[in-house]
């Protein structure tokens, strides 16, 4: 299993709010339907139902992260629809009553010899889900 991680961002909420986002997901849809039409488009096509993101890709087609585990500290999602097993999170961690550090993480079992072929991949997805995720919190 290989385990990607996204730059940690701080985030000028309490935690137990960004976990409340996280409790029904369609509440970020709205979010990311309010983004300026510039950053709307660097998302790319990506919609969120009440326990999942489902995300449009030219390489692989529709691929939806399915909630897999959710708690004020930590919300996971398994993906579907991949010949590989990968789990994508979003830890949470109080700085203070009033701010909160997200940091994404993506889990996935590479095989050895695919591995180098794919970090670059890897690495810039769960980058661009920890960007996305601190936008939509915000």
Same mark, same amino acid.
């Given at each position: 299993?290989?385990?990607?991680?996204?730059?940690?961002?701080?985030?000028?909420?309490?935690?137990?709010?960004?976990?409340?986002?996280?409790?029904?997901?369609?509440? !970020?849809?709205?979010?990311?339907?309010?983004?300026?039409?510039?950053?709307?488009?660097?998302?790319?096509?990506?919609?969120?139902?009440?326990?999942?993101?489902?995300?449009?890709?030219?390489?692989?087609?529709?691929?939806?992260?399915?909630?897999?585990?959710?708690?004020?500290?930590?919300?996971?999602?398994?993906?579907?629809? !991949?010949?590989?097993?990968?789990?994508?999170?979003?830890?949470?961690?109080?700085?203070?009553?009033?701010?909160?550090?997200?940091?994404?993480?993506?889990?996935?079992?590479?095989?050895?010899?695919?591995?180098?072929?794919?970090?670059?991949?890897?690495?810039?997805?769960?980058?661009?889900?920890?960007?996305?995720?601190?936008?939509?919190?915000?």
């Amino acid at each position: 299993m290989a385990t990607y991680k996204a730059k940690p961002s701080v985030i000028d909420k309490p935690a137990a709010e960004i976990a409340a986002q996280f409790a029904d997901l369609t509440r !970020l849809q709205g979010a990311l339907d309010k983004l300026p039409e510039a950053e709307r488009a660097k998302v790319g096509d990506v919609r969120f139902t009440a326990d999942s993101i489902v995300m449009q890709t030219a390489q692989v087609g529709e691929i939806k992260f399915k909630v897999k585990e959710r708690t004020p500290e930590r919300v996971a999602f398994v993906a579907g629809g !991949l010949p590989m097993p990968m789990v994508i999170a979003v830890d949470m961690k109080s700085v203070s009553d009033t701010s909160t550090e997200v940091e994404a993480s993506l889990d996935i079992d590479i095989p050895a010899v695919l591995k180098p072929m794919v970090s670059g991949t890897m690495q810039k997805a769960v980058d661009q889900f920890g960007v996305l995720i601190g936008q939509l919190s915000r």
